[in-house]
């Protein structure tokens, strides 16, 4: 694989000051281009061996460009508080906005990579590593992003050559360390593991180019063309999935045609199955709601000290009682281990990222609790009948939230996700109570209203969402709402009896370990 970047390819300098000179002229008229136009970010890796000329390549680019609209993330080892977070929080919080390059160095694939190399992780658990960088750059891809990856190459002999020169350097003898030589000393085996990476995670939408780093001019030359290219086709249209095309074209796609299901056919869905006449007396709702609420508390406690975290999602229609179901378990926890997020459109920054990178932003450290009022379930719910996504874009978002959350459980959390549902007619008895209540009148608006006219695509939707993502790892909690104190005692006992679950595997790690 890496013969052709063994050719010793090098670049006079007369040559290399022509050829730069004009590569520098339109690396700044595309940089802006891009920036106007805001359509597209541009995602920098950059890998390879060490001396290979990483670091080098990423000055240059500052150098040759307008570093204001450039962000550099280098990283070490994850510190205390990206531990206590999944292994993709810290990429996720660090993409660079629409328009503007990022540019990632010993980012997701290092630690894994060398671990590999080392044999610290088993080839199983490393092809998941590879299985889920590969979901993450496609979902940056499939969202617009260019995703280019630069793979820098030296020979064995050459990279001791590059590693002493370093070394003799005062300026430089610093960024060469022990683990350097580790990893020279060790280059058949990191070339091996190298092949795979490559092989394995080489897409269309994602690339790996692999340069030359022997000659600096040359390599400096190289890595500017590459994101010279990638620039260029930031500015191009958005490629646009076949079922798009059709429904601007007027004409049914193959990809999106359903059942015929017209409005108020009454189909069945998942929500048809429910018994809406569920009830609980006012006498039961008040013996059960302290005692839940008071073992809520003391499960938290122990999951506190064990680092274990909670991510609760209330999801349902208008008036369903998301709010006072939260605020019945907001109750029993204290304010200081809690943050509740409303959902609304995405602010002016949020807009110009990934859907999903606002909520990664949100996911709670060890030992604390998100609670979500209406979350990332926007994408292939409101967006997806009010037509905010393209079909193709909610499409796929089953699969990304499948991942999303697969993530979350993996590093522990405790996820729970609701769905308070209630009938039409209630709806509206509650619009109307809400109408007439001084301090309620500010929640109803038109669009409560309008909303109501798209009850059965609602419905539709819900029940596709329950079916492609009420997953083993995070299963949907289909609460019958009609009757707030049954809802409300429902999603307490619910939370309470998968904390305990959590706990019980848990007990013997205080604090918990995980493993990367």
């Known amino acids: 694989m890496f013969e052709s970047a063994e050719l010793g390819r090098s670049v006079s300098l007369r040559q290399f000051k022509r050829q730069?000179?004009?590569?520098?002229?339109?690396?700044?008229?595309?940089?802006?281009?891009?920036?106007?136009?805001?359509?597209?970010?541009?995602?920098?890796?950059?890998?390879?061996?060490?001396?290979?000329?990483?670091?080098?390549?990423?000055?240059?680019?500052?150098?040759?460009?307008?570093?204001?609209?450039?962000?550099?993330?280098?990283?070490?080892?994850?510190?205390?508080?990206?531990?206590?977070?999944?292994?993709f929080w810290r990429y996720w919080r660090d993409l660079p906005p629409r328009g503007r390059i990022g540019m990632f160095m010993s980012a997701w694939y290092s630690e894994p990579f060398l671990d590999r190399v080392y044999d610290r992780i088993p080839q199983a658990q490393y092809e998941r590593h590879l299985e889920r960088v590969i979901r993450f750059e496609q979902a940056l891809a499939d969202d617009g992003a260019v995703v280019v990856k630069l793979w820098m190459h030296l020979s064995h002999d050459a990279q001791e050559r590059r590693l002493r020169n370093l070394e003799q350097d005062p300026l430089t003898e610093a960024r060469v360390t022990e683990r350097d030589w580790q990893n020279w000393r060790s280059y058949t085996r990191f070339i091996e593991v190298a092949e795979q990476t490559i092989s394995r995670t080489h897409t269309g939408d994602a690339p790996w180019v692999i340069v030359e780093g022997t000659d600096r001019n040359y390599r400096s030359l190289a890595v500017a063309?590459?994101?010279?290219?990638?620039?260029?086709?930031?500015?191009?249209?958005?490629?646009?999935?076949?079922?798009?095309?059709?429904?601007?074209?007027?004409?049914?796609?193959?990809?999106?045609?359903?059942?015929?299901?017209p409005e108020g056919s009454g189909a069945l869905t998942v929500l048809s199955r429910l018994d809406m006449?569920?009830?609980?007396?006012?006498?039961?709702?008040?013996?059960?709601?302290?005692?839940?609420?008071?073992?809520?508390?003391?499960?938290?406690?122990?999951?506190?000290?064990?680092?274990?975290?909670?991510?609760?999602?209330?999801?349902?229609?208008?008036?369903?009682?998301?709010?006072?179901?939260?605020?019945?378990?907001?109750?029993?926890?204290?304010?200081?281990?809690?943050?509740?997020?409303?959902v609304a459109k995405p602010t002016e920054e949020e807009a110009a990222q990934h859907y999903l990178w606002r909520f990664w932003r949100k996911v709670p450290q060890d030992g604390r609790i998100a609670i979500f009022d209406r979350s990332w379930y926007g994408r292939v719910l409101v967006e997806r009948v009010e037509g905010f996504a393209r079909e193709d874009e909610w499409r796929r978002a089953y699969a990304e939230i499948n991942d999303f959350e697969q993530q979350l459980v993996e590093h522990g959390i405790v996820l729970l996700k609701f769905w308070l549902h209630i009938t039409k007619e209630e709806q509206f008895q509650r619009f109307r109570h809400r109408e007439k209540t001084p301090h309620k009148r500010w929640k109803l608006t038109e669009e409560d209203w309008r909303n109501r006219r798209k009850w059965s695509e609602y419905e539709r939707a819900v029940n596709d969402m329950v079916q492609y993502t009420s997953t083993p790892?995070?299963?949907?909690?289909?609460?019958?709402?009609?009757?707030?104190?049954?809802?409300?005692?429902?999603?307490?006992?619910?939370?309470?009896?998968?904390?305990?679950?959590?706990?019980?595997?848990?007990?013997?790690?205080?604090?918990?370990?995980?493993?990367?």
């Not at 958005?238 to 999106?256: C, D, I, M, N, Y």
């Open 225 to 261: 063309e590459v994101v010279h290219d990638a620039l260029q086709r930031a500015l191009r249209p958005l490629p646009v999935h076949a079922a798009t095309k059709a429904k601007r074209s007027g004409k049914k796609s193959r990809a999106g045609k359903r059942r015929s299901d």
């Open 277 to 342: 006449s569920r009830r609980l007396t006012k006498e039961a709702y008040e013996k059960q709601l302290p005692l839940l609420q008071a073992e809520l508390h003391h499960l938290h406690l122990r999951a506190k000290d064990r680092g274990i975290a909670s991510v609760l999602v209330f999801e349902g229609p208008d008036g369903a009682g998301k709010g006072g179901a939260i605020r019945r378990v907001c109750t029993a926890l204290s304010p200081r281990h809690y943050q509740v997020h409303g």
């Open 473 to 516: 790892a995070a299963r949907w909690v289909l609460v019958e709402g009609n009757d707030k104190r049954h809802s409300r005692i429902a999603v307490l006992r619910h939370y309470c009896e998968r904390l305990a679950a959590a706990i019980e595997p848990a007990r013997d790690a205080t604090p918990r370990k995980r493993k990367r």
């Open 20 to 87: 730069s000179t004009k590569l520098r002229e339109e690396l700044l008229r595309l940089q802006t281009e891009v920036l106007q136009t805001a359509r597209r970010q541009i995602v920098v890796t950059l890998a390879g061996v060490d001396g290979g000329g990483k670091s080098e390549s990423i000055t240059l680019l500052n150098e040759w460009m307008d570093a204001r609209w450039l962000t550099t993330n280098a990283y070490e080892p994850p510190n205390e508080v990206e531990r206590r977070q999944p292994q």
